[in-house]
């Protein structure tokens, strides 16, 4: 049986104007995502991963096409539906963690439900609760400076999981790691995907990574080949 359609997008294109040059970096991208689907994009750099992951998290526009999230045309709600829509339904992980520094871990991991209004000590509880789920159970009160590249990396899945999303989109999620904490953070991804039926589109240069996700897509020139 088909799960239900998490994310889509239908002949997405992307052009930058550079000079009196106009780039095509995308050239007509279709993609579905699944209900707790695994799909990583695999490609050479320059080749439109990051644009595609861009235009499919509602961080910039398309110059032609659609993306359909949970059921919502991005091109046809104003930007307070969109940042709504994002904040419930998606979760974003970087290959920089982009923890706030001047912050906790529990006050950077609570951050997006406070963001949608949950009452302070109940985001607190669910934070505290992820965060002992990631491994950071001891670590609540450290501010990310204090912690190594794997525990950031691990709070900064836990932040993009704690408002529950749809899919989670990560752009080289362990690219700034060391083999074994990057293993640490994929089992870490696939027990949650597990766990909370979320799906995950990963962008990797890292095919250990790619090859544990149900689909790999690889992409040439601003097209899925
Ligand atoms: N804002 C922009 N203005 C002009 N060109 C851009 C812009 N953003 C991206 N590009 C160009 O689009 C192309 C694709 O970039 P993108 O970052 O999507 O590639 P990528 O496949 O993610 O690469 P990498 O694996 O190196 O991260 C590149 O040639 C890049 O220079």
Redesign the pocket.
Known sequence: MNKPVILQCQQLT?R???GDLN?E??KGVDLTIQAGQRVAIM????????????LLGGL?KPTSGNVILDGFDLNKIGSAKLSRLRNQSLGFIYQFHHLLGEFTMLENVAMPLLIGNLPIKQAQQQATDLLKRVGLGHRIEHKPGELSGGERQRAAVARALINKPKCVLA??PTGNLDSKTADQIYQLMLELNQELQVSFLV?T?DPDLAGRMDHVLH?ED?LIV
């Open positions: 992307k930058y104007a550079q780039v970096v995308l490609g050479a750099s320059g080749s439109g991963k990051s644009t595609l992951l861009h910039e752009d080289e962008v240069h992409m601003g």
